[in-house]
């Protein structure tokens, strides 16, 4: 028997190995893909995090093997290092001990070479049987099976998945979509109109086939039943896109193709959008090392395939790839228009025609990631969920594991038609927090009534807006590593780890380095 199984190879899963190994107990990693490391090898090299010091532990020592990484002259192909500046809120300051941009390639390589001097066991490729695949015993999480018919047995498992799915097949409570602003007294939850002012279309840009002409029918993306009222919960989730890892480099470069099946309607609204005035290219460029990016949505119409995702979170298997699988060919059809379309301005054509994917990135699928952003799926209902009120310092946290410090942070959700017959977006928020801030050890494990061995660092107990600024990659390994801490303390007790004494599991995170408090 494994001592701790964890489901999910992403960042917070392969942290959370590293740390039970430090435990001394036996970790197993099965990861449902092909690539481990989530959006960390994914894409995401302009690292969201807010406050640099809020990280610690192995989180913090990633990144400072990041660094490492660069520093050996080897790993500079494509440009020199003294040639690349890092930018943005991720930008290294002379001094530091650590890095916070980087390649796809590296973050992967990095996560592997840990993951091997720890001797972590990692399975790729084997997806849990969410219909019959969990064996409990009461509240005790005893066995889970694969489709392929392998079985795992464990003491304690993690779900470090970005969907839930262990979480949910073991019949944990979760929630999907907004929750009402009504249902924790937050004034940034639910339908947010009045929010939505960022990455938002010039106004005037009409919805409908035939400009003027209801009866034409809506163009493609647009919510016929939208927005909703103000402040309503519903059931849509902010959108996901692929971070995309191009370079300008000539001979690591592949040009942007027009995809099979290229629809021209799908971005007509785009076309619409620069005809009412945009000049720029929709993208957040950010520079990484061996001229690279980490490209990102920006503005009405970029990379977010809004409102395109929101079965995705408990889609079976099949329709979920169908999902991943659109979601990709609208990127590339994206990029394709932007580069060559006659419709887009010159030197925005120009701009984006210099760019392409990567020959060395992702070469499995054509320079294309692998893993789309899952920004938000499924998220626990615990005996203590994180809300606004935490991220502004209404209410602190007594039992932290972890510090979040991003601004509340929401994606937009829908397309709608306004009351002036004109198309908009809705559900983007970026509103800051008080400061870095403390996440409950409560919010990452479910009640005691519904299981005793299971610990949830990334669908974690947070309403939608908390959950927006916890959401970010190096809190998920911070909270991996604590919830693989717990594991630890639980299993040396013989308890469940609603049983554990928080102070005891503090000492323990505390010596390792974690940060768990911010003095204001």
Same mark, same amino acid.
């Given at each position: ?20 190994? !430090? ?10 893909? !092909? ?24 989180? !913090? ?60 066991? $990692? ?86 086939? =035939? ?86 949505? !920006? ?117 709608? $038609? ?81 049983? =554990? ?20």
């Amino acid at each position: 028997m494994i001592d701790i199984v964890i489901y999910g190879g992403t960042s917070a899963g392969i942290v959370a190995a590293l740390q039970a190994a !430090r435990m001394h107990k036996s970790a197993l990693i099965i990861e449902p893909g !092909r690539r481990l490391g989530g959006l960390t090898t994914g894409g995401l090299g302009q690292t969201d995090i807010g406050n640099k010091a809020a990280i610690g532990g192995i989180s !913090r020592e990633f990144y400072r093997r990041i660094k490492k990484h660069y520093a050996d002259l080897s790993n500079w192909k494509w440009q020199k290092p003294e040639e690349y500046t890092s930018g943005g809120q991720s930008r290294t300051q002379s001094g530091e001990d650590a890095m916070w941009t980087f390649e796809p390639s590296a973050a992967l390589q990095v996560f592997k070479d840990m993951l091997a001097e720890a001797g972590v066991d $990692v399975i790729c490729g084997e997806r849990l049987n969410r219909t019959s695949g969990v064996r409990l015993d009461g509240t005790r999480l005893l066995a889970i099976t694969m489709e392929s018919g392998r079985t795992f047995c464990g003491q304690m498992f993690i779900d470090a998945t970005y969907e839930g799915d262990l979480m949910a097949a073991a019949g944990v409570r979760f929630h999907v979509g907004r929750e009402s602003a009504g249902v924790y007294g937050e004034s940034l939850n639910g339908v947010r109109t009045l929010e939505a002012k960022y990455h938002q279309f010039r106004e005037g840009v009409a919805p409908y086939f =035939i400009k003027g002409d209801p009866t034409s029918g809506l163009l493609p993306g647009i919510d016929p039943a939208g927005p909703g009222t103000e402040g309503d919960g519903d059931g849509r989730v902010q959108a996901y896109c692929f971070r995309m890892c191009l370079t300008d480099h000539p001979a690591n470069r592949r040009p942007f193709d027009k995809p099979p099946g290229y629809d021209e309607n799908e971005y007509e609204l785009l076309l619409r959008n620069f005809e009412a005035g945009e000049t720029r290219a929709p993208w957040i460029n950010s520079q990484m090392p061996n001229c690279k990016t980490d490209t990102n949505n !920006r503005l009405g119409f970029s990379t977010d395939f809004i409102g395109m995702n929101y079965r995705y979170p408990e889609a079976q298997y099949a329709e979920r790839e169908e999902i991943i699988r659109k979601h990709l060919e609208y990127q590339q059809g994206l990029m394709w228009t932007l580069a060559r379309h006659p419709r887009v301005p010159g030197p925005v054509r120009s701009e984006v025609n210099r760019w392409g994917t990567c020959k060395d990135e992702f070469a499995e699928n054509q320079g294309w990631p692998t893993q789309l952003y899952i920004r938000e799926a499924r998220r626990m209902v615990g005996d203590y969920v994180m809300t606004q009120h935490h991220c502004q310092g209404r209410t602190v946290a007594e039992d932290p594991v972890g510090l979040a410090a991003y601004t509340m942070d929401s994606h937009h959700v829908q397309r709608y $038609v306004d009351a002036e017959g004109c198309v908009r977006n809705e559900g983007d928020v970026e509103v800051g927090t008080s400061g870095p801030f403390p996440i409950s050890f409560r919010s990452i494990i479910p009640g005691a009534s519904e299981c005793g061995n299971l610990l949830v660092p990334v669908c974690l107990a947070a309403s939608h807006i908390a959950y927006g600024s916890i959401r970010m990659e190096p809190v998920f390994m911070v909270l991996g590593q604590s919830a693989a801490t717990a594991a630890s303390q639980a299993i040396d007790a013989k308890t469940a780890v609603q049983g =554990i004494p928080y102070n005891q599991l503090r000492a323990q995170m505390l010596a390792d380095g974690q940060q768990l408090e911010w003095q204001r």
